[in-house]
């Protein structure tokens, strides 16, 4: 079974650093392009941040400059960097992954979208 836990949210003032993690289920993790959204109250869920499996990296404008996502592949595990935090950064962040697997011995793929259950971050003014 595939998972996805989310670490690290909690209560910070702003101005303040936090730093998420996320560790998959290591069957998808070299296979998948990883990413934070976030989900604010009131608001619909948005891309943070995308790391692909080239590394190449792209980020939201409103966090650019902010946050950093990267990851360890012996780990599993990717993480997401936020400095310089405001208020609007409240938000329910979760973490995603999505590839596409081989699925029978004659190559046949499938894409799958994978989610964490989410990590609360509180940013007090």
């Known amino acids: 079974q595939v998972q996805l836990v989310e670490s690290g949210g909690g209560l910070v003032q702003a101005g303040g650093s936090l730093r998420l993690s996320c560790v998959a289920s290591r069957g998808i993790f070299g296979i998948s392009n990883m990413a934070w959204y976030r989900q604010g109250p009131g608001k619909e869920r948005e891309l943070v941040a995308r790391i692909t499996t080239g590394d190449i990296t792209n980020y939201a404008d409103s966090v650019k400059g902010r946050f950093t996502i990267s990851k360890d592949n012996a780990l599993n595990t990717v993480y997401l960097q936020m400095n310089s935090l405001k208020p609007e950064d409240t938000a329910v962040y979760h973490c995603?992954?999505?590839?596409?697997?081989?699925?029978?011995?004659?190559?046949?793929?499938?894409?799958?979208?994978?989610w964490g259950q989410g990590t609360q971050v509180t940013v007090s003014s």
């Open positions: 995603n992954a999505k590839g596409r697997m081989v699925v029978s011995v004659e190559g046949a793929t499938r894409e799958f979208d994978y």
